[in-house]
């Protein structure tokens, strides 16, 4: 997770904060485990099918430049030959890369012919999609991480086991990620 902190006489560690590294893996956990959310994002970007199977990469390498895809998602449909594919970056805080998303928008350019539905997303706190408009607008989609945490909490209170605790617990992440505590 992120940094520790441990006074001289302790020796446990104690968390201060959910970093963006945390939200990624958060993020592709989900994507994997949970058809409802993966539907639920896909949506965001206005995709409807329903998926048969998935395969999620966190921080996919692309081939013709050194830059990383957060997260690559492939969805595969009883009603499609080619999947749908979904590229996710994630940001917490950090500013955009030169250029960053319009590599994104090239490598949706390079793999669109064999896609039947392809577009990226912008997973962030809506406070960063306020600051980097600009950028946020570059995506087919932003996803807040305040709408995943209530996904997250509303699908928590649904169940009552071992997973709605869990569920519950990945919201108060977010939380710890948009407001450092």
């Not at 998602?73 to 960053?100: G, H, M, W, Y």
């Not at 319009?102 to 997973?123: H, K, Q």
């Not at 995943?148 to 990620?177: C, I, K, Y």
Request: with cysteine; hydrophobic share 40%.
């Amino acid at each position: 997770m992120s940094r520790m902190q441990a006074s001289d006489s302790e020796t446990i560690p104690t968390l201060t904060h959910a970093t963006e590294r945390d939200v990624d893996l958060l993020l592709v956990e989900e994507l994997i485990g949970s058809q409802e959310f993966l539907s639920w994002v896909a949506s965001k970007a206005g995709w409807s099918e329903a998926p048969v199977s998935w395969k999620v990469l966190h921080s996919k390498r692309r081939t013709r430049n050194r830059r990383e895809i957060d997260i690559f998602v492939e969805i595969s449909t009883a009603d499609s030959r080619k999947p749908s594919v979904f590229l996710i970056e994630n940001k917490l805080s950090e500013d955009e890369q030169p250029d960053q998303a319009e590599s994104y928008r090239e490598e949706l350019a390079r793999i669109g012919d064999d896609c039947s539905f392809a577009a990226m997303l912008l997973v962030c706190p809506n406070s960063y999609a306020s600051v980097h408009h600009a950028f946020a607008e570059k995506f087919d989609a932003v996803v807040s991480y305040e709408t995943v945490a209530d996904f997250l909490r509303q699908r928590s209170r649904s169940v009552d086991t071992e997973l709605g605790r869990r569920l519950a617990f990945r919201a108060e992440l977010l939380g710890q990620a948009i407001h450092k505590f």
